[in-house]
């Protein structure tokens, strides 16, 4: 219960460095106007970030747990 409460609290902050880093990476690819071993290292782990979060979302709701917590 404890665990699901702290999710939803970080859901949104893993959320925002989710954006923020494939922001980054982009930015930095764009800029050179060819791949970017750093850009797409930020890229990747933006993108790691995001898959997190939709599957922790998909284990809170998806199981029914969010009952619990309200």
Known sequence: MIFL???LFIL???AYLFGHLLY???KRTYRTQKISIPGLGIW???LLIGV???LLLLF???FGLAY???
């Open 12 to 14: 949104p902050i893993l």
């Open 60 to 62: 809170i709701f998806g």
């Open 24 to 26: 980054v990476g982009l």
């Open 5 to 7: 409460k702290f999710s």
């Open 52 to 54: 997190v979060i939709i």
């Open 44 to 46: 990747v782990a933006g």
């Open 68 to 70: 619990w917590l309200f």
